[in-house]
């Protein structure tokens, strides 16, 4: 498809940088053997993202965890919700409440725990 894609773009001319991901390192060099500007390859993105959050929380469990949640809640209040349906959307929007309620209920037991 990618072929295709870059193909079409030298037949009309496009000047816009045709930007690629794979998994491969095969097809990323096929890739730009073809053209493309850049190809990213989400499994090395994957690695060196969580060599930089190891390096960020070292061995502190409860760092790692309230990156988690970070992350979580980025996820969860999204409005990137593109392709998904009414139903899945509701979903997304009930767990975000319900992390919501959870975490307010973990800030309230920590206060407490640290007045006694």
Do not use: C
């Amino acid at each position: 498809m990618e072929h295709l894609i870059l193909n079409l773009g030298i037949l009309v001319g496009a000047a816009v940088p045709f930007i690629a991901t794979t998994d491969s390192h095969r097809d990323a060099a096929d890739l730009y053997a073809h053209g493309a500007k850049y190809v990213i390859q989400t499994e090395q993105l994957a690695s060196e993202r969580f060599e930089g959050l190891l390096n960020e929380t070292g061995s502190a469990p409860d760092l790692l965890e309230k990156k988690g949640k970070e992350h979580y809640r980025n996820l969860l209040e999204g409005e990137n919700k593109i392709g998904m349906n009414p139903k899945q959307k509701m979903e997304i929007e009930k767990k975000w409440r319900e992390f919501r309620l959870q975490e307010e209920d973990d800030n309230r037991t920590s206060a407490t725990t640290n007045i006694t």
